[in-house]
């Protein structure tokens, strides 16, 4: 089965344009559609919120933008081009590694389980992209790295192990890891949902810090409904692999329009 | 150098009738190491802790020292207190308890990796110490030891060569004897190799299936 | 001849021989660990002819015995033209058997390396090489230490192969001796409490150690 490319843009040009945009987007495991045409553009500096039910296709979403898994149909676009598409004879193409590799450095992925890099110190693991991977002298990426470490409180951590800390304080520090390669757009895959509940707040706040602070753009999976509720400029439902509806917080969470998002948030709100 | 055909054709029987002496060397060794593992890890789990340790250590011994010289050392010592064993009882010998040495730490494992809640079950309904091990531990420590078994089974297989040193007629023996009365090594080691690949594959590859079957039977996962 | 003066006579020589053996395994285990990484990682790439290659050779070798591999490779390879001298056929036979064991470790220990690292890897963005290099291989080097501590007693045994081709090795010289004084017992008898030495309390504590020091210096004790 394959797609007509010729309906999607080479790029996307003009002065609105989303830093993210889904267009089509299909993911399915074999038989198993996990994502049926998905539509979704996120707005430079915007704050949007996936909530669902297990299942729903919701942390596919993030992964799918992080490169972790391939799309099976349809283009995402990133900052106005193409993720994992390229042009070649005027139409998209499966774009080659070193493509993706340059559009994918503009995204940042914070993950539920951490996945610290667990033969490194806190400073080292925010050092290793910049470093490595960025190619910045040494010096100025233990500068870049303090000062993150600085701002989710995790400074006077730097020289220890992940094995170390505890779950809040491995998720402050895979936070400034991500943000120490300077991504246009930072994915949180539930990255509340592994820790105890008196640690949330610590990762919360951090986050919160980030909204009111930068100019990033950011994706968030989560189970913390108030969380989501005063963070987000815009709250997703997903629902068996597609939007079941979408607003701001205040509107979707209070005057929910559709039968099945009404149904998830009372099973939500009661079992809190 | 070029492989003769005609040659390998014409020494071929000798080679098959070496290829059966080797399974029962292997067969034979096995069955001894299977027996004797069992033996070597329950006298390990008695409650004397000075048995425990000499048979650990023994154990120890066994696996860390290399099992042609053990091959050597069953041989030759005999006849020095005028016990004379042949080639085929000693090698049987030393093979078999080299890799009873391996098995028992395979059935170690496996007695290990049964959950200690069993023990305390089987306790909680008044189940006498032997009766524990035949009807509950046994069986959910199988499963787990049965690749470990596997592949000592392909393990003895391959090492049935060394028992060639002290004049044990099997392949490598065969292959030695036809090489040098001919002054010709391409074929026969060759066909050697061949022979041992034609069967451990086929048999690793069963043992995997057989291990999946086992736990499907089991309702284990 | 009482056992001292049996040491007195024969000590020299046990002593040379061991120290060949000590030459043949620390050579064995280099070569085994440069076959083990480059035929674990070939095992494990997206090039089908790569992948292939390094299955069959770990096949092969994995499926016949080390003792017809030396042979082969001692007797059979100087026909097509590759003649090595004993000393070298012995220690690169060795080398090469045991390294496609360890290619196994090496692979299995890759895959042991949590998924999430992969990914959070790929999330800062390093190329394939990079992840690999920097991220994967020090923590599956961790996690394949303890196995290799197996191994590396497996290579240590595997060197008294080498005697059968006239390296003059522990095994070699305890043949040796036997022959001229049918003193089994204490000839046969030394060698293997020498090997056992060798390697329960010299390899086995260092590769404990060794592991020690590699799990702290990742963070992991």
Same mark, same amino acid.
């Given at each position: 089965?394959?797609?007509?490319?010729?309906?999607?843009?080479?790029?996307?040009?003009?002065?609105?344009?989303?830093?993210?945009?889904?267009?089509?987007?299909?993911?399915?495991?074999?038989?198993?559609?996990?994502?049926?045409?998905?539509?979704?553009?996120?707005?430079?500096?915007?704050?949007?919120?996936?909530?669902?039910?297990?299942?729903?296709?919701?942390t596919?979403?993030?992964?799918?933008?992080?490169?972790?898994?391939?799309?099976?149909?349809?283009?995402?676009?990133?900052?106005?081009?193409?993720?994992?598409?390229?042009?070649?004879?005027g139409?998209?193409?499966?774009?080659?590694?070193?493509?993706?590799?340059?559009?994918?450095?503009k995204?940042?992925?914070?993950?539920?389980?951490?996945?610290?890099?667990?033969?490194?110190?806190?400073?080292?693991?925010?050092?290793?992209?910049?470093?490595?991977?960025?190619?910045?002298?040494?010096?100025?990426?233990?500068?870049?790295?303090?000062?993150?470490?600085?701002m989710?409180g995790?400074a006077?951590?730097?020289?220890?192990?992940?094995?170390?800390?505890s779950?809040?304080?491995?998720?402050?520090?895979?936070?400034?890891?991500?943000?120490?390669?300077?991504?246009?757009?930072?994915l949180?895959?539930?990255?509340?949902?592994?820790?105890?509940?008196?640690?949330?707040?610590?990762?919360?706040?951090?986050?919160?810090?980030?909204?009111?602070?930068?100019?990033?753009?950011?994706?968030?999976?989560?189970?913390?409904?108030?969380?989501?509720?005063?963070?987000?400029?815009?709250?997703?439902?997903?629902?068996?692999?597609?939007?079941?509806?979408?607003?701001?917080?205040?509107?979707?969470?209070?005057?929910?329009?559709?039968?099945?998002?009404?149904?998830?948030?009372?099973?939500?709100?009661?079992?809190? | 150098?070029?492989?003769?055909?005609?040659?390998?054709?014409?020494?071929?029987?000798?080679?098959?009738d070496?290829?059966?002496?080797?399974?029962?060397a292997?067969?034979?060794?096995?069955?001894?190491?299977?027996?004797?593992?069992l033996?070597?890890?329950?006298?390990?789990?008695?409650?004397?802790?000075?048995?425990?340790?000499?048979?650990?250590?023994?154990?120890?011994?066994?696996?860390?020292?290399?099992?042609?010289?053990?091959? @050597?050392f069953? @041989?030759?010592?005999?006849?020095? @207190?005028?016990?004379?064993?042949?080639?085929?009882?000693?090698?049987?010998?030393?093979?078999?308890?080299?890799?009873?040495?391996?098995? !028992?730490?395979?059935?170690?494992g496996?007695?290990? !990796?049964?959950?200690?809640?069993?023990?305390?079950?089987?306790?909680?309904?008044?189940?006498?110490?032997?009766?524990?091990?035949?009807?509950?531990?046994?069986?959910?420590?199988l499963?787990?030891?049965?690749s470990?078994?596997?592949?000592?089974?392909?393990?003895?297989?391959?090492?049935?060569?060394?028992?060639?040193?002290?004049?044990?007629?099997?392949?490598?023996?065969?292959?030695?004897?036809?090489?040098a009365?001919?002054?010709?090594?391409?074929?026969?080691?060759?066909?050697?190799?061949?022979i041992?690949?034609?069967? !451990?594959?086929?048999?690793?590859?069963?043992?995997?299936?057989?291990?999946?079957?086992?736990?499907?039977?089991?309702?284990?996962? | 001849?009482?056992?001292?003066?049996?040491?007195?006579?024969?000590?020299?020589?046990?002593?040379?021989?061991?120290?060949?053996?000590?030459?043949?395994? +620390?050579?064995?285990?280099?070569?085994?660990?440069?076959?083990?990484?480059?035929?674990?990682?070939?095992?494990?790439?997206?090039?089908?002819a790569?992948?292939?290659?390094?299955?069959?050779y770990?096949e092969?070798?994995?499926?016949?015995?080390?003792?017809?591999?030396?042979?082969?490779?001692?007797? +059979?390879?100087?026909?097509?033209?590759?003649?090595?001298?004993?000393f070298?056929?012995?220690?690169?036979?060795?080398?090469?058997?045991?390294?496609?064991?360890?290619?196994?470790?090496?692979?299995?220990?890759?895959?042991?390396?949590?998924?999430?690292?992969?990914?959070?890897?790929?999330?800062?963005?390093?190329?394939?090489?990079?992840?690999?290099?920097?991220?994967?291989?020090?923590?599956?080097f961790?996690?394949?230490?303890?196995?290799?501590g197996?191994?590396?007693?497996?290579?240590?045994k595997?060197t008294?192969?080498?005697?059968?081709i006239?390296?003059?090795?522990?095994?070699f010289?305890?043949?040796?001796?036997?022959?001229?004084?049918?003193?089994?017992?204490?000839?046969?008898?030394?060698?293997?409490?020498?090997?056992?030495? $060798?390697?329960? $309390?010299?390899?086995?504590?260092?590769?404990?150690?060794?592991?020690?020091?590699?799990?702290?210096?990742?963070?992991?004790?």
């Amino acid at each position: 089965m394959t797609e007509d490319m010729s309906q999607y843009p080479l790029r996307l040009e003009g002065d609105n344009i989303p830093m993210v945009r889904f267009q089509n987007v299909r993911k399915s495991y074999g038989a198993l559609t996990v994502l049926d045409d998905l539509n979704l553009d996120v707005d430079a500096g915007e704050m949007v919120t996936i909530i669902g039910p297990s299942g729903s296709g919701k942390t596919t979403v993030l992964r799918m933008l992080m490169t972790l898994e391939t799309i099976n149909g349809g283009v995402i676009y990133v900052d106005g081009e193409p993720l994992t598409h390229m042009e070649k004879g005027g139409v998209l193409v499966p774009a080659n590694p070193a493509h993706i590799r340059r559009i994918r450095s503009k995204i940042g992925m914070c993950f539920q389980h951490f996945n610290l890099f667990p033969h490194m110190t806190a400073l080292q693991n925010c050092m290793e992209g910049p470093v490595q991977v960025l190619g910045l002298p040494r010096k100025e990426a233990e500068e870049r790295s303090m000062e993150l470490l600085q701002m989710v409180g995790m400074a006077d951590k730097r020289d220890q192990h992940p094995s170390r800390l505890s779950g809040g304080q491995q998720q402050r520090v895979a936070i400034a890891r991500a943000l120490a390669m300077r991504p246009k757009v930072m994915l949180f895959d539930e990255v509340t949902s592994a820790l105890d509940p008196e640690v949330i707040g610590e990762v919360t706040n951090v986050i919160r810090k980030l909204v009111d602070a930068h100019n990033l753009t950011m994706l968030m999976v989560t189970h913390q409904m108030g969380f989501a509720k005063d963070i987000s400029d815009r709250v997703c439902f997903f629902f068996n692999g597609a939007i079941e509806e979408q607003a701001a917080p205040s509107d979707l969470f209070e005057n929910p329009q559709r039968e099945r998002t009404q149904q998830f948030l009372n099973a939500v709100l009661e079992s809190n | 150098m070029e492989w003769r055909w005609d040659w390998t054709w014409e020494i071929l029987p000798r080679f098959i009738d070496a290829t059966g002496k080797t399974l029962m060397a292997a067969g034979g060794g096995y069955a001894i190491a299977v027996v004797l593992g069992l033996v070597l890890v329950l006298a390990q789990r008695t409650p004397y802790r000075i048995v425990t340790m000499c048979v650990r250590e023994v154990v120890e011994f066994i696996r860390s020292t290399p099992l042609l010289l053990q091959v @050597f050392f069953v @041989f030759y010592v005999g006849p020095q @207190f005028g016990i004379n064993l042949s080639p085929w009882t000693s090698g049987l010998i030393a093979i078999g308890v080299h890799y009873a040495a391996y098995l !028992s730490e395979v059935y170690r494992g496996g007695i290990e !990796s049964v959950p200690k809640g069993q023990w305390e079950a089987a306790k909680a309904i008044n189940m006498p110490v032997t009766q524990t091990y035949r009807r509950i531990i046994i069986p959910q420590a199988l499963p787990p030891a049965i690749s470990g078994m596997g592949n000592y089974l392909v393990g003895i297989f391959k090492d049935t060569p060394m028992l060639s040193v002290i004049g044990v007629a099997e392949l490598m023996h065969t292959a030695n004897a036809v090489g040098a009365l001919n002054y010709r090594y391409l074929e026969p080691y060759t066909m050697v190799g061949v022979i041992f690949l034609a069967i !451990s594959l086929p048999t690793a590859f069963l043992i995997t299936q057989f291990e999946k079957w086992v736990r499907r039977k089991m309702g284990m996962k | 001849m009482p056992y001292f003066e049996f040491l007195e006579t024969y000590g020299g020589r046990f002593l040379e021989g061991s120290l060949i053996t000590v030459v043949q395994f +620390v050579l064995a285990t280099i070569v085994s660990v440069v076959v083990a990484l480059s035929f674990g990682l070939m095992r494990m790439s997206s090039n089908l002819a790569v992948k292939s290659f390094a299955t069959v050779y770990i096949e092969i070798f994995r499926g016949t015995s080390l003792l017809v591999q030396l042979f082969w490779i001692f007797f +059979v390879l100087p026909l097509f033209g590759i003649t090595l001298d004993k000393f070298t056929a012995g220690f690169i036979a060795v080398g090469m058997n045991m390294g496609a064991y360890g290619a196994e470790l090496v692979r299995g220990a890759i895959l042991a390396v949590p998924k999430g690292q992969w990914e959070a890897a790929k999330a800062i963005n390093m190329t394939p090489a990079q992840r690999m290099r920097r991220i994967i291989l020090p923590q599956a080097f961790v996690i394949m230490l303890p196995p290799w501590g197996n191994l590396v007693i497996e290579i240590m045994k595997g060197t008294a192969l080498v005697a059968l081709i006239s390296v003059t090795d522990l095994m070699f010289e305890a043949r040796q001796i036997n022959i001229s004084t049918f003193l089994s017992v204490q000839t046969f008898g030394t060698a293997l409490i020498i090997y056992y030495v $060798f390697a329960r $309390f010299l390899i086995t504590p260092f590769m404990r150690f060794f592991e020690r020091s590699m799990a702290r210096k990742i963070g992991r004790a």
